[in-house]
């Protein structure tokens, strides 16, 4: 298993199911380099990885020529090419993921944001001014949603009980699936930049989304708006992203996601005053990991009894 950072794998689930088939041992650590990755990895037959923290592209896969099984967390995984897998005679199979934990990680940083959380608190303990900012009200104010799927619509529910105006907008969304989750659907993109005091990303990385906001984009939004991002970092060109928030065209901005992962020790995103950044952490909950290693040993029992289930297509 790779990259189990809260040594939580070995504890969540029934390993001893696959005792007497599978050695099975955990790598806490991330190994960004490839040839060290190789060495630590390259007598695997079965390997469980955690989302794109290590990705899995033609050119590795082919440096490991006893894999078999290559387990994912969750049933999208960009980070696998899952062609080379199988060209390699490698089954690539999933796990299920609840769309609570990245909902509530949003509203975490909505209402980080919101009332200046983390700055206020770090004021109270380095024994600084008492009451330094004042917060921003959530009731009455509009809350832009992009893409309102599992996690959008839960969203959505959570703002129309903040007392908070619901619009959202997807390539795809029709009025009648915007009222189902009690949103108006916002006539472009850009309508919605310009309404939100709020505006959050839930929407899958594809080639639409792909950029989909860049500077002209940010520029349409709110002074006094904050961006969420809790989907996939390059759904916004960084760049732009990082000179909204040094030249203030947004007031701040709640992150969870980032194009390098680990972010790197000088990325602007750890400088930033008016960013709340978390280290991708909105799938990270005791339940979900629960859930993924204990499907995980289903998929490996499976497996190995020559019927794999929860393939990836």
Not at 31 to 49: F, N, T
Not at 227 to 251: F, G
Not at 289 to 309: C, K, M, N, Q, S
Request: glycine share 8%.
């Amino acid at each position: 298993m790779l990259d189990d950072y809260q040594n939580a794998a070995l504890a969540l689930a029934d390993w001893t199911r696959l005792s007497d088939h599978v050695a099975v041992a955990a790598i806490s650590e991330h190994i960004a380099d490839g040839e060290s990755l190789i060495g630590r990895i390259e007598q695997a037959e079965i390997l469980v990885i955690m989302r794109e923290r290590t990705p899995f592209a033609a050119a590795l896969l082919e440096r490991l020529p006893r894999l078999k099984l290559l387990v994912t967390s969750g049933m999208r995984n960009l980070a696998i090419d899952v062609a080379a897998a199988r060209a390699r005679g490698v089954t690539v199979c999933g796990t299920a993921s609840s769309p609570t934990p990245p909902t509530e990680l949003t509203w975490a940083l909505i209402l980080g944001l919101a009332r200046h959380v983390v700055p206020e608190n770090r004021t109270l303990r380095d024994g600084g001014p008492w009451q330094s900012t004042i917060g921003t009200d959530l009731a009455g104010a509009t809350l832009g949603i992009l893409g309102l799927g599992k996690i959008g619509a839960r969203v959505a529910a959570i703002g129309r009980a903040f007392g908070m105006r619901v619009i959202a907008w997807s390539p795809n969304l029709d009025d009648a699936r915007a009222a189902a989750a009690g949103a108006e659907r916002a006539a472009s993109k850009e309508a919605l930049l310009e309404a939100s005091d709020v505006v959050t990303i839930h929407l899958v990385l594809g080639d639409r989304t792909r950029g989909l906001l860049g500077e002209a984009e940010l520029r349409r939004m709110r002074r006094e708006a904050i961006l969420v991002n809790t989907s996939r970092a390059p759904i916004v060109d960084q760049a732009a992203l990082v000179r909204a928030l040094e030249e203030n065209w947004i007031r701040g901005a709640g992150l969870d996601v980032f194009e390098t992962e680990p972010l790197p020790a000088d990325s602007p995103f750890r400088r930033l005053p008016n960013v709340l950044a978390l280290p991708h952490l909105g799938y990270v909950s005791r339940d979900n990991y629960r859930t993924f290693f204990t499907e995980a040993v289903e998929d490996i029992e499976a497996w190995l009894a020559g019927a794999p289930i929860r393939e990836l297509s």
